[in-house]
């Protein structure tokens, strides 16, 4: 007997998941981020308004809830272990120095948000909106921010660099605070002071377990690794079936400590973090697609259909409750950015950051609940409580982009070359013939007589000096490659003084002996014996790629796919112009031959070979920037149909 299944509300919601971001971006530029249309269009087609998308669809809800559970595992991906590792510096103890740290800054924000979300409470039990005996849950229920929300509004802001992850590893101090507070809390309420309290304690044990276990394991049992790589690209894709896996034991070890999902799905995120430590990788890739792709627009639309808005008008104790409920809550993440952001960040960005703090969604659906079903609140409070989550969760990210405004269009990347020697001068005229953009950080004074008459920008500095990064426009830089060092320390301190710039920044170098620092630091070494091997073994196998490879002049480059007028097509569609072929197409970090059936699309990295003229017109046409090329179409279209 086969069950009917409804996929109709699936449908609707899938089809809302295309429609809202597209709607968005084309209507506002981006400042309304997606999550607040999914919300939104979730009420307009959920309960409160149509009724079509109910919390009745059992298979939609499952959805919903492993949607969050996964939102909730992205936000462990999206922690930069590196960036919490690192000393905060000699001069720790300037509040604007100290601030920059992530975790210092999340600290110092956790701290401040309970001291104001504790006296906004009292005042508000001064004046008997709230009794007393409540402070204890709201107080946890209040402080929690909406990491479900900040981390999909930061995605979309990476300009933000080491401030997204101030804010990043606050709102999950918060976040995690606020689950253990509520649960000790409920607990109390249930059986008084029981051992049962200590069994939230499993899920951070878990993940120290599972870490020993992984760096045992890979070390005694060399095979586990090496076949996670071998089946990791083929149909098996069995490192996002291991990383699926871990989220649902820890969502499942969450359920049996007794404790909300969040921790548990936080928790698995950050040991694959842990684990696999490279952000930017394939698997990062591919499983932000599955997330953000499908599993995270049906939670926030989900999420939007089934609040229960019947209960904050049923009462009018509720309306009134939200003005203050809502001061409280924005009062309290607002002002302390002042004293937590704004000494680091200045006072737009500080500001920015306090409001998306502001936002509370799951956790007060969630904790909510635990609260009304304990009788610790009563329906009018627990509907404004439903009330100021919706509103904070719509308004903390607009407010945000409001404040900080748009992401800043970014100039065409570079590559900086630090060092002024022979190997930095080699190397600087094989990616300029590549068609790259370079810069020389020479500590020569003599160094612009010397890089002049090649036609290389340079800058004389120390790049250990903050006010020389910028000048070679660090910020706008793809990747740093340092090939002039007297010792590998000096690298370190190199790629720490840039990252504090530039925290996303790739940096190469080349090792005579390998250093497990170059690995914390995320820093590509590659071993100057591997690399003398792989060039002789290239002239031995492959002598025609060898000699293809070493001239500058052969025509065999990459370069990254840019022009939107290629975007989605295939190779066979474009006109190529001259002797030029596309070999290799590199997508995410993969690797394919390229074919005439082979689409292109933008950031994809392609590499070219024929006639060196050839190719250099080909590599200008697909790294173009023609982003206005379609007002341009149509400016010269009227200009044609006047002149006819």
Known sequence: MEESVDFTPLLLVSILAVAVPFVAWRLTGGLLPAVVGEVLVGILFGEPVLGIITSENEWLTFLGLFGFAYLMFLSGLEINLSLLGQSPGRRWYVPGIALRHPLISGVVLLALVVVFTYVGLHLMSAVNLINSSQIPMLLFILIATAVGVIVPVLKDRPDLGRMGQSLLVGGFLLEFVAIVGVGVVAALEREGISWKIFLILAVPAALIVMVWLSRFGSGRFPIIPRTMHELAQTSSQLKIRASLALLVIFVALSQVAGTEMVLGA???????????????????GKLDALGYGFFVPIFFIHAGATLDLGAVFDSADSLILVPALLLVAFGAKMLPS???????????????GGSL???NLSLVLAAGAIAADLGVIDEGLHGALLLMALLTTVLAPMMFSSIAGRAPTQEDGHTLIVGGGDLARTLSERLMAGGRQVIVLDRDPDAATKWRPLGVESVVGDPLDALTLISVRLLQTDVAVIVDFDEPDQVIDYTRSMRRIHPTLRVVTWVSEHDVQFDQLDVEAHSLSDVTALALEEAVLRPGLHAARSDPESGLVEVEMLNREF????LQEIDFEGDVRVLVVMREGESSVATGDTSIFMHDRLTLAGEPASVALMSSRFQQRNRHRWLIDVRAGRRSQGKV
């Open 266 to 284: 936080f928790v698995a995120g950050l040991a694959v973090t842990v684990v696999s430590p490279r952000h930017g990788s394939a698997l990062r």
């Open 338 to 352: 002042l004293l937590g952001l704004v000494p680091a960040w200045g006072l737009r960005p500080g500001l920015a």
């Open 357 to 359: 703090l502001s936002a």
């Open 567 to 570: 975007d989605g097509q295939t």
